[in-house]
């Protein structure tokens, strides 16, 4: 079963504009994971937030967590044609021993 | 470094056939292993996954089943396919408690 949902499903932008994807879980978790994906492709880990962190950034990406919301957001800044691709949260549902994904959000940016 | 590998990239199947996904990983030890669906244009759906040699754990009644006869070999199969078998599917393996997970490159599975 399912337990991220992501928002927008779908998202275009222009390069050098941001991109924000959110997501929504319904359980308690230990950490939430994003990915990203290129058509076809196997899925890449972006990077994890701890249910005891609140942002997290990595380069161009910014993560935001609210536990109390059970919502996260993936900000992508200053976005390039290379970053097109699917983006997906995971969620552990507090046992870690396997992680749900959301449908993902797929990310169009048009040079 | 660890890697992991999953064949074939591409396979199509009459429906009624048998199948058999391997994925092997390299370089760690007692990983927890994955099998995902991902249906076009879809999120994934967890098959199954192992915490260890012989124990798998089942998440969606199917036609399918998994086996893992060695720490680093997690092997999807099926005795008959169904056309409603096709899709992408992948391993992926993490360590309980680990930073995220590692995916396969993915196997393509049309049932014809």
């Known amino acids: 079963s399912q337990q991220g949902e992501e928002d927008p499903q779908a998202l275009s932008i222009q390069e050098g504009e941001n991109a924000t994807m959110n997501c929504s879980y319904k359980?308690?978790?230990?950490?939430l994971q994003w990915y990203r994906q290129n058509s076809g492709r196997g899925l890449v880990h972006l990077i994890l937030i701890r249910s005891n962190e609140r942002e997290k950034h990595s380069g161009r990406l910014r993560v935001t967590l609210d536990t109390s919301k059970k919502s996260s957001s993936l900000l992508i800044t200053a976005s390039r044609a290379a970053d097109t691709a699917s983006y997906f949260c995971?969620?552990?549902?507090?046992?870690?021993?396997?992680?749900?994904f959301g449908a993902g959000t797929r990310l169009t940016v048009k040079p | 470094s660890q890697t992991i590998h999953q064949w074939p990239a591409t396979l199509v199947q009459p429906v009624g056939s048998p199948l058999s996904l391997e994925c092997t990983v390299e370089?760690?030890?007692?990983?927890?292993l994955y099998w995902y669906r991902q249906a076009a244009g879809r999120g994934l759906q967890l098959l199954f996954y192992?915490?260890?040699?012989?124990?798998i754990s089942s998440e969606v009644p199917q036609n399918l089943s998994a086996s893992r006869p060695q720490d680093r070999q997690f092997i999807l199969s099926s005795k008959k396919l169904l056309l409603s078998d096709s899709g992408f599917y992948l391993c992926?393996?993490?360590?309980?408690?680990?930073?995220?997970?590692?995916f396969g490159s993915g196997t393509r599975l049309t049932v014809v």
């Open positions: 370089g760690t030890s007692n990983p927890n």
């Open positions: 192992s915490v260890g040699i012989g124990q």
């Open positions: 992926a393996w993490s360590y309980l408690g680990g930073t995220g997970y590692t």
């Open positions: 995971a969620t552990d549902e507090g046992n870690n021993n396997d992680m749900r």
């Open positions: 359980t308690s978790i230990n950490n």
